[in-house]
């Protein structure tokens, strides 16, 4: 595996690949990865011919009050585990390259951002939409693969593919989960033991969700308030939002007809965990 710091040079990579007429697969991550990630690069592995991952924790999408500075590092363990995954091109980027000290150009996707995580992480999605502009024109990949754990980011990016006319296919990959159903991030080594046995709590509410519309519920207020005491009932839990939305527009829905996404966003001490779940009647 080759590692490239220089976005020149990913730049001058990217291009002799596309000479040999090579499909390029793409993974942006913020690094200190788990299995979640290793199943991203697995599927863009199998759907090209070069594999390029990206390491860059992005300054733009964390608020003044968030864990930008604290965000996890280790790209000593990073490395073998890419390695190991036959990943073709690590691409580790420093901040002052992509983000020089004259930097002004932003792109914002605007009805997709506002709710959601948008409505409590101001900037977030317009950080996560501009470094990923910035990245697909360095690397130009032929398709990238998020995980629907992160289900906004990837609507975000899916629009902004689509109105920005880019070239390239999004690749959709379901939410990998530890054994008892925690959906894996890069925060959850952030839960002390106690938390980390609260942080299920995620998962049973969207399952007790699902149980209660497959049941017949339809009341949105009710669903909504029931899950959010359910989830208050395991200690150290402070729910956010728990939203019904159209798993499409991202916008409420008035009434449950068709699949809705059930999206939660909830504290488990000072980590903030999302998770979401399609329930299709
Ligand atoms: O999901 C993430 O890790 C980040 O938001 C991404 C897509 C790498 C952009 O910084």
């Known amino acids: 595996m080759e ?126 939409a501009t470094i990923l502009l910035k990245l697909f024109n360095i690397v130009k990949p032929d398709l990238a693969v998020f995980g629907e754990k992160d289900y906004q980011q990837i609507r975000v990016v899916e629009q902004m593919v ?25 925060r959850n080594t952030y839960l002390s033991s106690e938390e980390r046995r609260s942080a299920l709590s995620l998962y049973q509410a969207l399952k007790f969700v699902e149980r209660l519309i497959l049941g017949g519920e339809r009341d949105l207020t009710k669903i909504r308030e029931l899950t959010k005491e359910y989830i208050e009932s395991f200690p150290h839990t402070k729910v956010q939002y728990v939203e019904i939305v159209h798993p499409h527009t991202l916008q409420s829905v008035e009434e449950i007809r068709g699949p809705v996404l059930v999206a939660l966003a909830v504290f488990v001490g000072k980590t903030r965990l999302i998770d979401n779940k399609i329930i299709d009647l």
């Open 162 to 186: 689509k109105d920005l006319d880019l070239d390239m296919e999004i690749l959709r990959h379901p939410i990998v989960r530890e054994e008892d159903g925690l959906a894996m991030s890069s």
């Open 3 to 128: 590692i490239v710091k220089s976005k020149e040079q990913m730049k001058a990579i990217s291009r002799g690949f596309k000479k040999e007429g090579y499909r390029i697969g793409f993974v942006p991550t913020m690094g200190y990865l788990h299995e979640g990630h290793l199943s991203l690069i697995r599927l863009a592995k199998c759907k090209s011919d070069r594999t390029v991952v990206s390491i860059f924790v992005n300054p733009l999408q964390f608020g003044p009050n968030e864990d930008f500075q604290a965000y996890p590092r280790d790209l000593e363990r990073d490395i073998p585990l890419l390695e190991k995954e036959g990943v073709d091109i690590l691409f580790v980027p420093e901040v002052e390259d992509i983000y020089p000290a004259d930097y002004q150009t932003y792109v914002e996707v605007t009805h997709l951002s506002s709710g959601l995580c948008g409505a409590f992480r101001s900037g977030h999605f317009k950080g996560v």
